[in-house]
C-alpha cells in the first residue's frame, strides 16, 4: 500500500534549528512537496524535490533520497511564526499527492 | 480576490439538511480538486476536475455531489450527511493536472454535523 510517515509532533527553541523527517512509500514517484499549514489556514506550497539532494530557499531547505524513499524539510533560524503543521506528500505514477498526517511544529520563546 | 476562496468558512447542518460549499479560484488554472482534513489524519483527495470534467472519484459516498460549472468554479453539494463527516473541507487547485504543479489550497469550509 502507500504510506508516508512522519511525526506527528515537535518543539523546537526560537533561533534554533529544527528537521522534520519524512517516510514514503508509493506505487511510482513524481516528486515529494511539503507544505505549511497555520492553524485554521489553508496549506500553502514550501518546496518540491524530484531529484536527489538538497534544495535550499531561504531559511527552508528540503532534501530527498529517492533510493531510500526520504526527505526532511531543514528550517533554520526558527522564528514564532513558524510555529505550524508541516505536511509531507509523494506523487505516484498516477500523479496524485499522498499525503502525510503532518508534523505540528511549536516553537518556544 | 486573489488565490482560491472558498465559502461559507464555517458551516453547521443537521443530518437531515442539504447545503452547499463553493470554491472559486483565481489563478486560472485547469484543474480542481475537493479535499477532506480529518483531526490527526493525512488529506484525503475527494474529487478531483479537469477542464470542468471530474477525472477521479475516489470512492466517495453518494450523499456529497460535486459540480464543476467552469474551470473557475467548484461546488460541494451535501446532503444527509453523518457526523463522522464533520472535517475541513479544502478546495484546491493546480495548473495542469496529471502534472507535478503545486496545489494552491484554500482557507477552508469547517463543517460540522449534527
Known amino acids: 500500500g502507500q504510506n508516508i510517515d512522519q511525526p506527528t509532533e515537535m518543539t523546537a527553541t526560537e533561533g534554533a534549528i529544527v528537521q522534520i523527517n519524512c517516510t514514503y512509500q508509493?506505487?511510482?514517484?513524481?516528486?515529494l512537496f511539503w507544505y505549511q499549514q497555520h492553524a485554521g489556514e489553508a496549506p500553502t506550497f514550501l518546496s518540491y524535490?524530484?531529484l536527489d539532494g538538497l534544495e535550499e530557499k531561504g531559511r527552508f531547505s528540503s532534501f530527498l533520497s529517492r533510493s531510500k524513499g526520504y526527505s526532511y524539510l531543514l528550517l533554520k533560524e526558527l522564528q514564532m511564526k513558524d510555529s505550524a503543521s508541516y505536511l509531507c506528500a509523494s506523487m505516484d505514477s498516477n500523479y496524485q499527492l499522498i499525503w502525510g498526517a503532518g508534523t505540528k511544529l511549536i516553537i518556544k520563546p | 480576490e486573489t488565490g482560491v476562496t472558498q465559502t461559507p468558512r464555517h458551516l453547521v447542518m443537521g443530518m437531515t439538511n442539504k447545503k452547499s460549499l463553493k470554491c472559486e479560484q483565481h489563478l486560472g488554472h485547469n484543474a480542481m480538486y475537493w479535499y477532506k482534513q480529518s483531526a490527526k489524519k493525512p488529506l484525503e483527495l475527494m474529487f478531483v476536475y479537469n477542464f470542468k470534467e471530474q477525472t477521479e472519484n475516489n470512492s466517495v459516498p453518494s450523499r456529497f455531489s460535486p459540480e464543476c460549472p467552469n474551470s473557475s468554479h467548484l461546488f460541494l453539494h451535501l446532503h444527509t450527511l453523518q457526523p463522522e463527516d464533520s472535517a475541513l473541507y479544502l478546495c484546491?487547485?493546480?495548473?495542469?493536472?496529471?502534472?507535478?504543479?503545486?496545489?494552491?489550497f484554500g482557507p477552508g469550509t469547517r463543517l460540522t454535523v449534527t
Open positions: 484546491a487547485s493546480s495548473q495542469e493536472w496529471e502534472s507535478s504543479y503545486e496545489q494552491y
Open positions: 524535490n524530484v
Open positions: 508509493t506505487s511510482g514517484f513524481n516528486g
